[in-house]
């Protein structure tokens, strides 16, 4: 339905009605999406670090990182690591310059089952962090939502103060144990559950509604308004508008830059559907989970393994291509010289 001019011009857009109930979060690494659809916080990734290291623009950040990386010396791994950690962190720097709240910086997915591994990288970014004058409440450190790294996020948040952003989160059973972490926020990725539930499923549309994505996030947001927990729950990972209109209300959802400019460029009523008075309401047993039941209940969900193991992949594989990247610039000819 088309919206005459006039009443355009009286109605707030879909995305700023959006920022009435939600807190619109930008998951990019482009500074010029994030300066035009003034977000709160910002999302990285080591995919979306890749794409955004790859533009003419931000060369000057690679640069910046490659010669940390060398300047600290080491082995030739030692200086790969150190400058892909710098340039996260630079990344992050300048995000922080745009946003008046936090930027999510991700530990290598490579760490994915190592607590200590996670646990030691995350206080590297903090501390590369500090170096650039920023502290630690700006940031949240993102980490996978394995048994190992909601571990990691258990300790960092309560005895090194370090607020986590748990991502590649599927199942029901990974949302329980991040709430009883304690940890700061979860992503949980709606259009990947999607993706999946079309790949193997007769089903190949679905009503934003019926989405198995958006009614996963749906029930996580309902059990933690129900029992209390205060870990912030940010959907992720949207396919199309219908997903996020589905979840207005949710804490914070954090979206593309291009279905921010869809959503700022709709005009019709949106109407939260997620709120803590329905969620208190509703019907839900609380349950607990130590490593044996997180195990067993994680490995009930078919879609949840799978979708867990490709992400955790899909981001190793791109930080490697990232590390060859700067690998590149610092040890090709030496730079041609």
């Given at each position: 339905?088309?919206?005459?001019?006039?009443?355009?011009?009286?109605?707030?857009?879909?995305?700023?009605?959006?920022?009435?109930?939600?807190?619109?979060?930008?998951?990019?690494?482009?500074?010029?999406?994030?300066?035009?659809?003034?977000?709160?916080?910002?999302?990285?990734?080591?995919?979306l670090i890749l794409a955004a290291a790859q533009m003419p623009v931000y060369q000057e950040l690679v640069d910046d990182a490659v010669a940390y990386g060398?300047?600290?010396?080491?082995?030739?791994?030692?200086?790969?690591?150190?400058?892909?950690?710098?340039?996260?962190?630079?990344?992050?720097?300048?995000?922080?310059?745009?946003?008046?709240?936090?930027?999510?910086?991700?530990?290598?997915?490579?760490?994915?089952?190592?607590?200590?591994?996670?646990?030691?990288?995350?206080?590297?970014?903090?501390?590369?962090y500090k170096e650039a004058g920023i502290g630690k409440d700006r940031i949240l450190i993102k980490l996978s939502s394995t048994w190992e790294g909601i571990q990691a996020g258990k300790v960092l948040e309560a005895e090194y103060g370090i607020h986590c952003?748990?991502?590649?989160?599927?199942?029901?059973?990974?949302?329980?144990?991040?709430?009883?972490?304690?940890?700061?926020?979860?992503?949980?990725?709606?259009?990947?559950?999607?993706?999946?539930?079309?790949?193997n499923g007769d089903k190949k549309t679905y009503e934003p509604s019926e989405d198995p994505g958006v009614k996963s996030v749906t029930k996580i947001y309902n059990y933690y308004k129900k029992f209390g927990y205060k870990t912030i729950v940010m959907g992720a990972s949207f396919r199309n508008t219908g997903e996020i209109k589905a979840l207005a209300g949710c804490d914070y959802l954090t979206i593309s830059p291009k279905l921010l400019a869809e959503l700022s460029k709709e005009y019709v009523k949106l109407t939260p559907t997620l709120s803590v008075?329905?969620?208190?309401?509703?019907?839900?047993?609380?349950?607990?989970?130590?490593?044996?039941?997180?195990?067993w209940h994680h490995n009930e969900d078919q879609m949840a393994v799978e979708k867990l193991s490709d992400g955790i992949r899909r981001f190793a594989a791109d930080a490697i291509k990232l590390e060859r990247m700067l690998k590149e610039r610092m040890f090709s000819a030496e730079n041609g010289k």
């Open positions: 339905m088309s919206v005459s001019p006039v009443k355009r011009q009286k109605m707030e857009s879909v995305l700023d009605q959006l920022k009435h109930h939600t807190t619109v979060v930008a998951d990019t690494g482009d500074f010029n999406a994030i300066d035009e659809y003034k977000p709160l916080d910002a999302t990285t990734n080591p995919s060398k300047k600290l010396g080491g082995s030739e791994e030692e200086q790969i690591k150190n400058a892909c950690d710098k340039l996260f962190v630079l990344f992050g720097a300048e995000i922080l310059k745009r946003i008046p709240g936090r930027v999510s910086t991700e530990v290598d997915a490579r760490l994915s089952f190592d607590k200590e591994g996670m646990i030691q990288r995350a206080r590297r970014l903090i501390d590369l952003n748990m991502t590649l989160l599927f199942s029901f059973a990974q949302a329980v144990a991040c709430a009883e972490a304690g940890v700061t926020l979860i992503s949980p990725f709606v259009g990947r559950i999607l993706d999946w539930y079309v790949a008075k329905e969620a208190q309401a509703c019907e839900l047993e609380k349950i607990h989970l130590d490593e044996k039941a997180f195990r």
